[in-house]
Nanobody, 123 residues
Framework: QLQASGGGLVQVGGSLGLSCAAS????????MAWFRQAPGKEREFVAG????????EYGDSAKGRFTISRDNAKNTAYLQMHSLRAEDTAVYYC??????????????????WGQGTQVTVSS
């Protein structure tokens, strides 16, 4: 199971950090990713990280502003967001998949999902 936390209200230009805590003892076997979904829009890939944490990939909207990381000893993945914009407002979901080959994929390629956490960026 995945439990996302850390969402909230932040002003434009601000920063926010999200966490995704996973249960179980095989966290290191899973590729982790963050997606987001704004009202009326499709779920969008934000960032992904390899099992060991050595490889990361970002969606175009996240490049240069967001950082994904993981701590396998704590069974937790993170998304640090900076220079937030109003268009970053969305529900953010963490996702995991044991068989994902890369660090980027469509939402349909990830088998396990957290419940989502709301991020609202106000201008």
């Amino acid at each position: 199971q995945l439990q996302a936390s850390g969402g909230g209200l932040v002003q434009v230009g601000g920063s926010l950090g999200l966490s995704c805590a996973a249960s179980g003892r095989t966290f290191r076997d899973y590729v982790m990713a963050w997606f987001r979904q704004a009202p009326g829009k499709e779920r969008e890939f934000v960032a992904g990280i390899s099992r060991g944490g050595g490889s990361t990939e970002y969606g175009d909207s996240a490049k240069g502003r967001f950082t994904i990381s993981r701590d396998n000893a704590k069974n937790t993945a993170y998304l640090q967001m900076h220079s937030l914009r109003a268009e970053d407002t969305a529900v953010y979901y963490c996702a995991a998949d044991r068989f994902q080959r890369g660090t980027r994929g469509a939402s349909s390629e990830f088998a396990h999902w957290g419940q989502g956490t709301q991020v609202t960026v106000s201008s």
